[in-house]
Each structure stands twice: as structure tokens, then as C-alpha cells.
């Protein structure tokens, strides 16, 4: 609710005109905030690009396969994220990449408003052992050429199966990659006397492609694929900025969005077996922001 209504208040605000930049110590920016100070220069024109780390959690989501001989769901499936440890890997440059990084470039169209391209790298990981759902049907012989569909060939329409990792293998990890399109507007909240810094708020929309490596194994086969492009998504965020220096700031931020993935890689026989799935995400992230 408190997303929804920092979007509601940042769009209301829209059609509000964009103020020029001016050196006659009159302030350029528009908040609806209305700080005791106001900033002299204007974003309008510059770049910006930031880099930090996420932590996600997801809701249930139900997981349908497909393939020569079956067609199952597995209902109200529960997933993790899989943060890494803290420790060497988050600044050692051969490394960075492992943990839930966030990484985005933007550009201001005007002083408080920028569109950017982002990559958020999360992890989904399938929670074992568990209890879900099944839904549908699978034959006792599955695939081509054909395999055993183990406890998924027992099962009836409606039954409910224990599962474990010998029955079912099923992450996003390497990963559960966002990779969107967005639009942004900050309003700034406090301004220091001097202007050398502030804390401003983010509020944003994006809209973009899933590009998972998926890790999964069925049927007793599978593999950790290749990237490839599973589905769409789209997300709404919310943030603050502390500006600790004119080109640097700290940045915490809140994002939820629903993703369909309608084409995720499963036993690796390509164009026989697959699975889909549609995704709620909350995701918070913290990063450090460099503006220029």
C-alpha cells in the first residue's frame, strides 16, 4: 500500500512544468516536498549509473510441464531467493557477479525525470522437501525417446505428492535475471544549506524480458542451461537517495513486479519438454549510484 501511494503521489505530480537551470541562486527543482532548500543545478542532461545488491522473496506460484505424454501443474508452489554469504566474493572482480547484484544506467530527460535500462540478477529456488498440488495427468513412459515419470506417473488429478530433490530439481540462479526498460521521477526530501547534498525520493515503472539460467532436473534428466529468453515482466519501485556527495549517493530501494515465463528449459531436449510459470517477486535492494 505505501508503493502504490508513492506511485500515486509521484504521477499526480507529472504535468507539473520542468524549471530551467538558473545561477542566480534560485532554486531550479519542482518537489512535492517543498524542502527549506532547493538545488541550483538542474539534473536535466546527465548521466548516472548504479551497482548493488538485492535480497527477494516470492509468492506461490504454480508450475506447469509439458512434453510427449504429460501435462501437469504443481500448485502453489513456495520458493526462496539464495543470497550469498557475506565474504570476499562481493568485492573480488573475478566474483562480483555471483551474488543477487542490481546494476542500471539512466539518463535525465529532465531534472526529475530519467528513463534506464537495468539488469536485476535475483535467485528462485524451488523449496525442498514439500508438499503441493498435482494437477493433470503424465503417462508411465514420458519424453522422447521415452523415460520414466517416477512418482508424477503414480499420481492422479488432484492428488497431493511429497516432494523431495530426487523428484524434482527446480531453480532460477544463475539466475532469475530481469532485464527492463524504466521510467523514473525523484522529488527531493531534504537539501543541506551548502546544496553539496540531499536525500530524495524514487519512485519508478519498468517493463522488460526474464532472461533465466535455469537449473533443473525431471524425470531423472536435466541440466543447469544456457541463458535464454523465458518470459516478460513488469515491476513498480520505490526509493530513497542520499546524496553524500555531488556525484555519488547511496540508494535503498523496494520493487515488486509479476513476471510470466512461458518457455523455461527442463530435461534439455529442446523443443520436447518444458515448463511455465507466472511470478510475483518483492525485491529490496541496496546500491551505491554515481552521477555525472
Given at each position: 500500500m505505501l508503493l502504490l501511494g508513492a506511485m500515486a503521489?509521484?504521477?499526480?505530480?507529472?504535468?507539473q512544468e520542468a524549471v530551467e537551470v538558473s545561477d542566480s541562486g534560485v532554486g531550479v527543482a519542482k518537489s512535492i516536498f517543498n524542502p527549506k532548500y532547493n538545488r541550483f543545478k538542474s539534473n536535466k542532461g546527465k548521466f548516472f549509473a548504479h551497482w548493488g545488491y538485492n535480497f527477494s522473496s516470492y509468492a506461490k506460484s504454480d508450475i506447469r510441464f509439458q512434453g510427449p505424454g504429460y501435462d501437469f501443474t504443481l500448485k502453489d508452489v513456495k520458493a526462496s531467493?539464495?543470497?550469498?554469504?557475506?565474504?570476499?566474493?562481493?568485492?573480488?572482480?573475478?566474483?562480483?557477479?555471483?551474488?543477487?547484484?542490481?546494476l542500471h544506467f539512466g539518463y535525465f530527460i529532465k531534472d526529475n525525470y530519467?528513463?534506464?535500462?537495468?539488469?536485476?540478477?535475483?535467485?528462485?529456488v524451488v523449496d525442498m522437501p514439500q508438499t503441493v498440488k498435482f494437477v493433470g495427468h503424465a503417462d508411465k513412459m514420458v519424453s522422447e525417446p521415452?523415460?520414466?515419470?517416477?512418482?508424477f506417473g503414480e499420481a492422479k488429478d488432484g492428488d497431493y505428492l511429497a516432494l523431495n530433490e530426487s523428484d524434482l530439481y527446480f531453480e532460477h540462479t544463475d539466475g532469475y535475471n530481469f532485464a527492463a526498460v524504466?521510467?523514473?521521477?525523484?522529488d527531493d526530501i531534504w537539501v543541506s544549506k551548502s546544496r553539496k547534498q540531499s536525500v530524495n525520493s524514487e519512485i519508478g515503472l519498468e517493463g522488460g524480458l526474464l532472461v533465466p539460467r535455469s537449473d533443473v532436473r525431471l524425470f531423472g534428466l536435466g541440466e543447469n542451461h544456457y541463458w535464454n529468453i523465458a518470459g516478460y515482466g513488469f515491476a513498480a519501485k520505490a526509493g530513497v537517495q542520499y546524496h553524500f556527495l555531488k556525484?555519488?549517493?547511496?540508494q535503498g530501494s523496494f520493487k515488486t513486479g509479476f513476471t510470466d515465463l512461458n518457455n523455461i528449459k527442463t530435461t534439455g531436449r529442446r523443443g520436447v519438454d518444458k515448463a511455465s510459470q507466472t511470478i510475483w517477486f518483492f525485491e529490496n535492494y541496496w546500491v551505491l549510484g554515481f552521477r555525472f
Open positions: 503521489i509521484g504521477f499526480s505530480a507529472m504535468a531467493d539464495r543470497p550469498t554469504k557475506l565474504g570476499w566474493t562481493y568485492i573480488d572482480p573475478g566474483r562480483i557477479t555471483i551474488p543477487q547484484f542490481n530519467s528513463i534506464s535500462l537495468g539488469w536485476d540478477h535475483m535467485k528462485y521415452g523415460v520414466p515419470s517416477g512418482i524504466g521510467i523514473e521521477r525523484y556525484w555519488m549517493y547511496l
